[in-house]
């Protein structure tokens, strides 16, 4: 049994919430949301890396469902090529303590040196 964390979200929302913050990684390297979005896009964005180092049409294909242009030519040309010797693990979340406001779980999830 698959298990998502539904985030307070419907599915679609959901979803477009997890396309943004995916984009937002890939464009910026480095993002800070709540622990608990940043364990549930993180398998998204490995498997997004690990098809773009194929890269060739059906790659372009599958990152095009879940990112826009800018982000799909970002990851394509230099995202993809630092990790083409590593097999997984391309990701790093770090946990921060928690959010002023409300107190939830804050966390940075970010990019490993690639080589």
């Known amino acids: 049994m698959k298990k998502v964390r539904k985030l307070g979200r419907k599915r679609d929302q959901r979803q477009a919430l997890l396309k943004g913050l995916a984009s937002n990684l890939i464009l910026k390297g480095k993002i800070r949301t709540t622990e608990a979005k940043a364990k ?5 964005v490995e ?10 049409f059906n790659s372009v294909r599958y990152a095009a469902k879940f990112l826009p242009g800018k982000a799909i030519g970002h990851l394509l040309k230099e995202v993809a090529p630092r990790y083409v010797d590593r097999s997984g693990g391309y990701t790093r979340i770090v946990k921060l303590g928690p959010r002023r406001g409300d107190g939830v779980k804050m966390a940075i999830i970010e990019f490993i040196k690639g080589a």
Not at 40 to 44: A, S
Request: proline share 7%; charged share 40%; aromatic share 0%.
């Open 40 to 44: 549930e896009v993180r398998p998204l």
């Open 47 to 56: 498997r997004l890396i690990t098809k773009a180092k194929i890269n060739d």
